[in-house]
Structures are given as structure tokens and as C-alpha cells.
């Protein structure tokens, strides 16, 4: 049972618009929320993250926002840029419970320039 | 800082044979993660240590898979006997402190890429 689901496999965007990758979740005891990208061959690297207490982040181009009643999450990402392709992982902790993260299965997002 | 690394970045191997991966984390990161990357699964937690202490290996498949961290700036994953299923990209991460406390994030290493024949 995937606890974390990103539904989109894979997104492709024109250079300069918005991306939008999203994230639902299903286990209510999570309170922190992160998104990693990755590239071939690379380890995932931590990109921006949310608290529960909040509903949106902002780190320069990339804001995410947090719905709890949704159990849904979402990272935008203005504007895209060719450097942005990568793969995006959204991942979420438990800080009642462990000290892991849950991943999960990634969206892969190609700007196209 | 080096962050966290990996070794060996690529492993090819026969069925049957042992395998082991290798991970120095940051250094003063108390936590360590080994991650199995399949296409099918995603990023999955085989099994953490705090302070050099296994917590959590209820992700481990099965019992050919062992961890270990003899000190805090080294562990192991050990596959014994392989076998072509195990065939994956392994990630080690470390972090300081709990994730989320102060803004505490995982930080990965360039994965480990195994392959079975």
C-alpha cells in the first residue's frame, strides 16, 4: 500500500512556463514534507520542504503548497527552465512515529526549451 | 564536506555470488539510511541506524540482506547470496537529528548500481 503517490509518471513543460508536479498522501500522521530531484546517475538531492503548520513554502522559483484536508501536496516551479529536467520525488515523515521518510515513486519532468 | 559517499558506484555480479556495498556518511550525521531504487517499487527504506544502533529493518526483503555499522563513519549493506531480483540502485543517506526538526533534511549519495546475472 503506497502511503505517498504521485500519480504522473512523467511531465514535459516549455521552457519559461509553469510546472506543476503533484503528491497525495494517505497516512494522516504525517507532518513534514519535502521534494527531492534527481539526476541520472546522481543521488536525489533535497530541493524544499513544508511543514504541516504551513500551506506554502517559497524557495525562489519553486513554492510548494500543502492541502491537509486534501492530503495533497504540490510543487511549482516558475518559470521552468531546461535545467529543471530531472526526476522529482515527493517524500514525507512521520515525527510521532520514525525518523524515515516514505517516498514517493517520482515524476520525471522534461522542459523542453 | 565530501558528503555522503558511495562505493562501489557500479557492481555487475553472478548469481549466487556475495555482494557488498559501502557508505561513509557525513560526518556528525547520528543517522543513516540504506534505500533500494527499483523501477517497480520507487525508493524504498531497507533499514536505519541512530548512533551506529540499528532501529528499523523491517524493510530488508529477506534474510540474505545484512546491514551493519561497525563506527559512525561507516556501514555496510552485505547481499548473500545474490540473486537477479536484487538487481537495483542502493542509496545511503545520513542526516543530523530527527527530519523536519529545525529543518533537518536527508542528504543522499550517488547510489550504488547493481546488477545480478
Known amino acids: 500500500d503506497q502511503q505517498v503517490k504521485q500519480n504522473s509518471p512523467s511531465l514535459s513543460v516549455q521552457e519559461g512556463r509553469i510546472s506543476i508536479l503533484n503528491c497525495d498522501y494517505t497516512?494522516?500522521?504525517?507532518?513534514?514534507f519535502l521534494w527531492y530531484k534527481k539526476y541520472p546517475a546522481e543521488g536525489p538531492t533535497f530541493l524544499i520542504s513544508?511543514?504541516?503548520?504551513?500551506d506554502k513554502n517559497e524557495d525562489g522559483r519553486f513554492t510548494v503548497f500543502l492541502n491537509k484536508s486534501a492530503k495533497h501536496l504540490s510543487l511549482h516551479i516558475v518559470p521552468s527552465q531546461p535545467g529543471d529536467s530531472a526526476v522529482y520525488f515527493c517524500?514525507?515523515?512521520?515525527?510521532?512515529?520514525?525518523?524515515?521518510?516514505?517516498f514517493g515513486k517520482g515524476t520525471k519532468l522534461s522542459v523542453i526549451p | 564536506d565530501a558528503g555522503v559517499i558511495q562505493s562501489p558506484r557500479h557492481e555487475v555480479t553472478e548469481m549466487g555470488q556475495e555482494v557488498t556495498l559501502r557508505c561513509k556518511p557525513i560526518?556528525?550525521?547520528?543517522?543513516l539510511f540504506w534505500y533500494r531504487q527499483t523501477m517497480m517499487r520507487g525508493l524504498e527504506l531497507l533499514i536505519y541506524f541512530n548512533n551506529n544502533v540499528p532501529i528499523d529493518d523491517s524493510g530488508m526483503p529477506e534474510d540474505r540482506f545484512s546491514a551493519k555499522m561497525p563506527n559512525a563513519s561507516f556501514s555496510t549493506l552485505k547481499i548473500q547470496p545474490s540473486e537477479p531480483r536484487d538487481s537495483a540502485v542502493y542509496f545511503c543517506?545520513?542526516?543530523?537529528?530527527?527530519?523536519?526538526?529545525?529543518?533537518?533534511?536527508?542528504?543522499f549519495g550517488a547510489g550504488s548500481r547493481l546488477t545480478v546475472l
Open positions: 543517506a545520513s542526516s543530523r537529528g530527527r527530519i523536519g526538526a529545525g529543518a533537518n533534511v536527508l542528504t
Open positions: 513544508i511543514s504541516s503548520i504551513k
Open positions: 517524500a514525507a515523515s512521520s515525527g510521532a512515529g520514525s525518523y524515515q521518510l516514505t
Open positions: 560526518s556528525g550525521h547520528d543517522y
Open positions: 497516512n494522516s500522521m504525517f507532518d513534514y
